[in-house]
């Protein structure tokens, strides 16, 4: 029986723009969002709140924070497009939300999803004190802790469609590739690294304090746009010595991979916390229990998706919408990779999604109660039943246990909230006006 959802059961098979205006941006109505699909809308809501809180809270701060968030969105539009639009790696689609961009593929939340991810990780982990590369590192296992609850989740609740044979993705977690998470460490760690190393570069800096600005914005915004830029193919080249080699070429499980890499980065990070500098703990004279914005932006994070698995039916969400093309079964299609580069080799998948014989058990037809016609790509998605609902429970509470113990020791049992003052005062620092004093250290409580 078909559900009153605006849609439900069209099939378009070259789907138009009626102009740029309508491929730049969709409004849809968020009554009829609710009615197909009501934890993707609290979803949405909820990335753009705390999206908001991290801007909110690099403003209170100040110095490169301010950069740092924006820096983020500038990252998040260029994988995104990135992605979107090179036919190697295009292997996923978001379904509709209240505002969508480009052509329908880019939800406007996915956006603040950058700085809900690393905005919020780089806060935390600055607290450490960590060098340079340690830092980076600890910031990437950060953005997977973050990320875990909502690829599990979001995924069960087609929040969007993973491509059915693409063999980079097509060792799964709960229907979650293990390279979604391999991608979200290396990227951010790359971020970091970035983020940091071109203000080395073309900014002058406090010695004692990486977060006081230059105080010429024309640096630090290209440094930002060289970070958005860099931050992706700095992610990709990691992937090679131990993906691209151990699974590709040696055959290795993905998993194998990605807990290869989550090993090498928790270990290197945390060699360096074992010798920590005076400033990277709290000091007992001063309280440490206090809520600013990143806290805030946390706790509405993992919420959400506990509260999906606890009270969620994913059987009840419907997408219509963009979705994998469907078409011929025996029609394949190249893929290169970092591989291809060295090899030359090539990786085949199918060209379109296979109505008859496809693997994403976690969507089905059963609420339009047919297959999409030959050629479709907007259409009509159901999601299915728990397998396991107190599994999916225990999985993801257990991921917000160690979450909670993850960034309460960073936020509450290690340094203070940075300062972005100089030792004159000022957020910013102008050329040749170098700190070296020791007080730069100061604490900022709210």
């Not at 010595?241 to 998993?255: K, S, V």
Request: aromatic share 16%; with cysteine; net charge neutral.
């Amino acid at each position: 029986m078909k559900r009153e959802v605006l849609g439900i059961g069209e099939e378009i098979t070259d789907y138009k723009f009626n102009g740029i205006l309508d491929w730049l941006i969709t409004i849809n109505d968020p009554r009829e969002l609710w009615k197909a699909q009501p934890a993707y809308l609290i979803s949405e809501f909820v990335y753009i709140t705390v999206g908001f809180l991290t801007f909110l809270h690099s403003r209170r701060v100040g110095g490169r924070f301010k950069w740092l968030w924006l820096t983020c969105i500038m990252h998040g539009f260029f994988v995104e497009n990135m992605t979107f639009w090179n036919k190697d790696i295009n292997n996923f689609w978001h379904s509709q939300t209240t505002i969508v961009l480009l052509g329908r593929r880019l939800p406007l939340h996915i956006i603040f999803l950058y700085p809900t991810f690393i905005y919020t990780a780089s806060a935390c982990v600055s607290r450490l004190r960590l060098s340079l590369v340690q830092q980076a590192l600890a910031t990437g296992l950060s953005v997977v802790l973050i990320d875990i609850p909502y690829d599990i989740m979001a995924v069960k609740f087609v929040h969007w469609t993973w491509h059915d044979t693409d063999p980079n993705i097509y060792d799964r977690h709960y229907w979650v590739p293990f390279t979604s998470y391999y991608f979200h460490a290396t990227f951010a760690c790359s971020f970091t690294l970035a983020f940091n190393l071109w203000r080395r570069l073309f900014c002058e800096n406090d010695p004692n304090n990486p977060w006081v600005e230059d105080k010429r914005p024309s640096r630090e915004f290209l440094c930002s746009v060289l970070t958005a830029v860099s931050g992706m193919p700095g992610g990709v080249i990691q992937f090679l010595p131990i993906y691209h080699l151990f699974h590709d070429y040696l055959g290795i499980h993905t998993e194998n991979c990605v807990i290869t890499l989550v090993l090498i980065y928790f270990l290197v990070a945390w060699r360096m916390d074992r010798n920590p500098r005076q400033d990277s703990r709290p000091v007992k004279s001063q309280s440490t229990f206090y809520i600013n914005e990143v806290i805030i932006g946390l706790i509405l994070h993992y919420s959400v998706y506990l509260g999906m698995a606890v009270f969620g039916d994913p059987e009840y969400e419907i997408a219509v919408g963009l979705h994998e093309k469907i078409g011929p079964c025996n029609e394949m299609q190249e893929q290169k990779t970092m591989l291809t580069l060295i090899t030359g080799e090539t990786a085949k998948r199918r060209k379109y999604l296979c109505a008859e014989d496809y693997d994403e058990k976690y969507f089905d037809f059963r609420c339009v109660d047919k297959v999409p016609k030959q050629g479709s790509e907007w259409y009509t998605i159901c999601g299915t039943p728990y397998p396991n609902k107190a599994e999916y429970v225990q999985v993801i509470g257990l991921i917000c246990f160690v979450a909670f113990m993850f960034f309460r020791t960073m936020l509450f049992s290690s340094g203070d909230e940075w300062t972005t003052e100089s030792e004159k005062g000022s957020k910013r620092l102008g050329p040749g006006k170098k700190s070296s004093k020791k007080s730069n250290f100061k604490s900022k409580h709210n």
